[in-house]
């Protein structure tokens, strides 16, 4: 079993940054992904970005290509999300997503097997 904890949510104004954290405790030796949803009321979860635990480039969606930022510490089993020029359609709940098997798809919700709590992010002047 693996426990997500995301921390770093908040209400900015547009062109503001904010950063997301989510800190992985429990069975880490079985990470292979790790990535980061978000969620409006009444729409499905959407992918925003994803990574490999062993290395390789990180995904995005195109919606986050440019302005976010995956990474993570191997060695603190965290990974974080830099988002800056944030737009009030970035507005919404993020989750921490963790796939412990190979296989699946990086985008979709379905792959994934340990989801965090979440955390609000309100952009809005």
């Known amino acids: 079993q693996v426990q997500l904890v995301e921390s770093g949510g908040g209400t900015v104004q547009p062109g503001d940054s904010l950063r997301l954290a989510c800190a992985a405790s429990?069975?880490?030796?079985?990470?292979?992904?790790m990535g980061w949803f978000r969620q409006t009321p009444g729409k499905e979860r959407e992918f925003v970005a994803s990574l490999t635990w062993s290395g390789g480039p990180p995904y995005y969606a195109d919606s986050a290509k440019g302005r976010f930022t995956i990474s993570r510490d191997n060695a603190k089993n965290t990974v974080t999300l830099q988002m800056n020029t944030l737009k009030p359609e970035d507005t919404a709940v993020y989750y921490c997503a963790l796939k412990s098997y190979i296989g699946g798809t990086d985008y979709s919700p379905s792959s994934y097997n340990y989801w965090g709590q979440g955390t609000q992010v309100t952009v809005s002047s």
């Open positions: 429990g069975d880490t030796f079985s990470i292979n992904n």
